[in-house]
């Protein structure tokens, strides 16, 4: 892993696989999380880093009224214009890493989870990890969550879901998988049973190494 000394799993999953839980039980466990979605709000908040040059670069139409990010107008410019989506991804990117370096680098934790939604899809985050992990369920039950916690239409989902990797992908290319299609009870015992796991590596010194690396969905 380079770039940070600690023992490090990288935790994604798609849209509504219910990544921020499984984070929330391994936190409980004692595991540093470091989420690039908690980064990216933090940096998109009233008086973040990031909104001065996403106003030069959009415009006022994507600013509330408080200084935030309207996330409702960005989506909808980025989802229809890849351009803009690459401008940015170019103000954000570079800061949700460096924020996120320094926040693996602090943590107290045996180890760390690094959040990161496009883990495959994105570079940048995969050199930084050991293992990574992948939070898996049916797609109707992403679709279903989803909806069910946001104001967002089936379309709007299943055009987010279509940005990342099938599931059948991102699943052959994790080094491990948690099944998130069942009730709490039995996500608490899957994620206990790779917290031994990860331990069990830190002990040993041994774990198998991730030969993951960056896939475009496009392609």
Known sequence: MAGCKRFVVGLTGGIGSGKSAVAERFAELGADIVDTDAIAHVLTGPGGAAMPAIAEAFGAGVVAADGRLDRAAMRERVFSDAAA???????????????????????QGAYALLAVPLLFEK?????????????DCPEETQLTRVMARSALSAEAVRAIMAAQLPRSERTARADDVIDNSGGLDKLALQVAAKHRYYLACLARADCPPSTTAPTDPAQ
């Open 85 to 107: 989506r690459a401008r940015l991804e170019a103000i954000l990117h570079p800061l949700i890493r460096e924020e996120a370096l320094r926040q693996l680098e602090s943590g």
């Open 123 to 135: 570079g940048g985050y995969l050199e930084l990890v050991d293992r990574t992990l992948v939070i």
